[in-house]
């Protein structure tokens, strides 16, 4: 069985940092990717951003500029730095890995933006 657990959430003013890190464990095998997802109140569930173990990076035009996903291979953990943040990022954020044995999702982290 394979756990996703992710941590770093919280409430934060406008323009302020967030770290969200994302650990993978038990029978994993191998990593193809990583990525994270966020759903806001009353919207679909949406691609943040996505990065291969090679290191290929895709981000929503949203984000780009403002978040970095970055993958520790041997550690099966990836983080999302997140920096300049806005109220309209508020969401639940979903760490998501594509193995070998499959797709698997974490049971999120709240993050707030407000003044």
């Known amino acids: 069985q394979v756990q996703l657990v992710e941590s770093g959430g919280g409430l934060v003013q406008p323009g302020e940092s967030l770290r969200l890190s994302c650990a993978a464990s038990g029978n994993i095998f191998r990593i193809y990717s990583m990525a994270w997802y966020r759903q806001a109140p009353g919207r679909q569930r949406e691609l943040v951003a996505h990065?291969?173990?090679?290191?290929?990076?895709i981000y929503a035009n949203s984000v780009r500029g403002r978040f970095t996903i970055s993958i520790d291979n041997p550690k099966s953990t990836t983080y999302l730095q997140m920096s300049s943040l806005k109220p309209e990022d508020t969401a639940v954020y979903y760490c998501?890995?594509?193995?070998?044995?499959?797709?698997?999702w974490g049971q999120g982290t709240q993050v707030a933006v407000s003044s």
């Open positions: 990065i291969a173990t090679g290191g290929a990076t």
């Open positions: 998501n890995m594509l193995s070998s044995t499959g797709t698997h």
